[in-house]
């Protein structure tokens, strides 16, 4: 599984975002899909997750009622809404994708965008 993101920036605090993930290659393996961001000197945290049919979606405190996570599987496609962005929100934002292969779960990762709130 190969996953690649796009739609990051620079916006100002309290613009809006969205971002993509774009998945090619063993599709049919994927079952949860999520997004994790990095910012400097922080560990990677879990934005937010969505099951293979979007059924069930989790949020991390620090963003509920402000993004929302959706994925369109006919086109093998993940979205990532960000509106009322902070300062706090500045990261690298990764794709996330568990394939489940013979029965055993991998994680597969994207590269990775980059995405700046100015005060």
């Known amino acids: 599984v190969q996953l690649v993101e796009s739609g990051g920036g620079l916006v100002q605090a309290g613009g809006s975002l969205r971002l993509s993930c774009a998945a090619s290659?063993?599709?049919?393996?994927?079952?949860?899909m999520g997004w994790y961001r990095q910012a400097p000197g922080k560990q990677r945290e879990s934005v937010a997750t969505i099951t293979n049919g979007g059924g069930s979606r989790n949020y991390a405190d620090s963003v509920k009622g402000r993004f929302t996570i959706s994925r369109d599987n006919a086109k093998n496609t993940m979205y990532l809404q960000m509106n009322s962005l902070k300062p706090d929100d500045t990261a690298v934002y990764y794709c996330?994708?568990?394939?489940?292969?013979?029965?055993?779960?991998?994680?597969?990762w994207g590269q990775g965008t980059q995405v700046t709130v100015s005060s």
């Open positions: 996330m994708a568990v394939s489940i292969v013979a029965g055993i779960p991998y994680n597969n």
């Open positions: 290659g063993s599709t049919f393996s994927i079952n949860r």
